[in-house]
């Protein structure tokens, strides 16, 4: 075990733990070699974790670090992103003509964490902080279509696109929605990634349907793409 100590001695085994799985995927009787744990003490705490999903299971049934570390490690670095979102979208919005908007997921919602909006004109005004579901849109496919399988699976159930939309969606590398979230407006969305190359946002640019047609990924999927790309390089930078 770890010779550090914070005398709270369930902290420590936990921490422990976590460490071991640093390394990669363990079995139960790895972990017990690797922590020094007794093996129902390794098992017990092991268990806890995964129910708080900062342990998972790997296909194999070996211990592997949980989605939720990843979440908060997203959440840790939500000032990089929202430090470098507000020039790419404000070129995006210039580059487009269009609204542009950053979306993260925030448990079953899409969360509007910045926009630069069009100035005149029929526009789509999402307010920042605006909570959105995550069964409609073209930011919710992106969010969703790269998500573990549980979450993936779930996020599906009563949503307004299919499994078939998102594979499409992890092969083209971007989405589209015409009038899913709202009639008569169209959207396309790009991910944006961290260090580690999860989806941690979404960007989006929306505007109605007369002006993006009811093909609007023709028209705005590279545009939408290279500004998600460059805003994956500059939070990758600023990490």
Known sequence: MSDISSDVGVLDKTAVILGALASGPATLAGL?????LARPTAHRLATALERHRLVGRDLQGRFVLGPR???LSAVAGEDCLLAAAGPVLSALR????ESAQLYRRQGEMRVCVAAAERT???RDVVPVGSALPMKVGSAAQVLLAWEE???YHHGLQGARFTATALSGVRRRGWAQSIGEREPGMAS???PVRDPAHRVVAAITVTGPIQRLTRHPGARLAKVAIDAADRLTEAVRHRS
Not at 32 to 36: D, I, K, L, N, Y
């Open 188 to 190: 396309v969305s790009a």
């Open 94 to 97: 210039d580059t487009t003509g």
């Open 69 to 71: 570390l990843a979440e």
């Open 120 to 122: 005149t004109g029929l």
């Open 149 to 151: 399988p549980e979450r």
């Open 32 to 36: 017990v070699a690797a922590t020094g």
